[in-house]
């Protein structure tokens, strides 16, 4: 091969690398590897599915992060059991135990820990590493179905008098089975937020036979997120601060005490 088709092949390669990956793309597949789904079960049949994302490991136990509002007894009908399912690399299941519960609505978190795994962690964002416009990405599990990923953009993020972060808005669109999924920055690839709820419209159809139908349709900007702040606090005042690779750095850290607007 003479020196001419060398230099060809050699400026093809730098032009297209091999398996190049976007930022959002790379952080997406990261981001999977720690999210997982969660199922509350009443006499082992499953009654509610959401999102979580493992946060924290200690030797073979993975601690995962949701809400509050998943994982409540209220309106079950019988004892409540809990397990993750697992998508990645491989589908499977794991039973879990709740550890921590906020109280709703100040504060939507639940901790619940898995025994006998060691899951991939979730780096934690601090609170000055999120602001308004930053590119997100928002991994879920609709209907509790299979893992599922949407983007956007950070839409608000309030703080109070303090700098305290107490509540924080995206554009990314979810549904239902999208509560406790986590909200991952690009290019960082960190968790910057906690989906806790979203705000629908209702928006009507005409149907053939003339008899009105609707459904409620997600509304742009308003998905609802606990912040890093709301998110470090908690995780700290749960006894796994140290685990998840935290410090006390901040306010919102230092009490267990959060408000955040619903």
Same mark, same amino acid.
């Given at each position: 091969?003479?020196?001419?088709? !060398? /230099?060809?092949?050699?400026?093809? #390669?730098?032009?297209?690398? &091999?398996? =190049?990956?976007? @930022?959002?793309?790379? %952080?997406?597949?990261?981001?999977?590897?720690?999210?997982?789904?969660?199922?509350?079960?009443?006499?082992?049949?499953?009654?509610?599915?959401?999102?979580?994302?493992?946060?924290?490991?200690?030797?073979?136990?993975?601690?995962?992060?949701?809400?509050?509002?998943?994982?409540?007894?209220?309106?079950?009908?019988?004892?409540?059991?809990?397990?993750?399912?697992?998508?990645?690399?491989?589908?499977?299941?794991?039973?879990?135990?709740?550890?921590?519960?906020?109280?709703?609505?100040?504060?939507?978190?639940? !901790? /619940?820990?898995?025994?006998?795994? #060691?899951?991939?962690?979730? &780096?934690? =964002?601090?609170? @000055?590493?999120?602001? %308004?416009?930053?590119?997100?990405?928002?991994?879920?599990?609709?209907?509790?179905?299979?893992?599922?990923?949407?983007?956007?953009?950070?839409?608000?993020?309030?703080?109070?008098?303090?700098?305290?972060?107490?509540?924080?808005?995206?554009?990314?669109?979810?549904?239902?089975?999208?509560?406790?999924?986590?909200?991952?920055?690009?290019?960082?690839?960190?968790?910057?937020?906690?989906?806790?709820?979203?705000?629908?419209?209702?928006?009507?159809?005409?149907?053939?036979?003339?008899?009105?139908?609707?459904?409620?349709?997600?509304?742009?900007?308003?998905?609802?997120?606990?912040?890093?702040?709301?998110?470090?606090?908690?995780?700290?005042?749960?006894?796994?601060?140290?685990?998840?690779?935290?410090?006390?750095?901040?306010?919102?850290?230092?009490?267990?005490?959060?408000?955040?607007?619903?």
């Amino acid at each position: 091969m003479n020196r001419q088709n !060398l /230099l060809v092949l050699a400026l093809v #390669a730098v032009s297209f690398p &091999a398996f =190049a990956k976007s @930022d959002k793309s790379r %952080v997406v597949h990261k981001a999977l590897r720690e999210s997982v789904r969660v199922e509350v079960l009443v006499r082992g049949q499953v009654q509610r599915a959401a999102s979580g994302v493992v946060v924290a490991v200690e030797g073979r136990t993975s601690y995962v992060l949701t809400n509050e509002h998943v994982i409540q007894r209220e309106g079950l009908k019988g004892a409540a059991s809990f397990q993750i399912v697992v998508e990645r690399p491989t589908l499977h299941r794991l039973p879990a135990h709740v550890v921590a519960e906020g109280r709703v609505p100040d504060e939507d978190l639940a !901790l /619940l820990a898995v025994d006998g795994e #060691a899951l991939t962690p979730a &780096a934690i =964002a601090s609170e @000055d590493q999120i602001d %308004v416009g930053d590119d997100v990405v928002v991994v879920g599990a609709p209907y509790g179905r299979s893992l599922s990923v949407s983007a956007g953009i950070v839409s608000q993020l309030e703080v109070d008098d303090q700098d305290v972060q107490r509540s924080m808005k995206t554009d990314a669109p979810i549904g239902y089975g999208a509560s406790g999924g986590g909200v991952f920055d690009v290019p960082s690839g960190k968790l910057v937020g906690l989906v806790e709820g979203y705000r629908t419209a209702k928006v009507a159809f005409g149907g053939i036979s003339r008899d009105d139908f609707s459904f409620d349709v997600p509304m742009p900007g308003e998905t609802f997120l606990a912040p890093p702040g709301k998110i470090r606090g908690f995780l700290m005042h749960s006894g796994i601060g140290r685990l998840a690779g935290l410090r006390r750095s901040s306010p919102m850290s230092e009490s267990p005490q959060q408000t955040a607007q619903q």
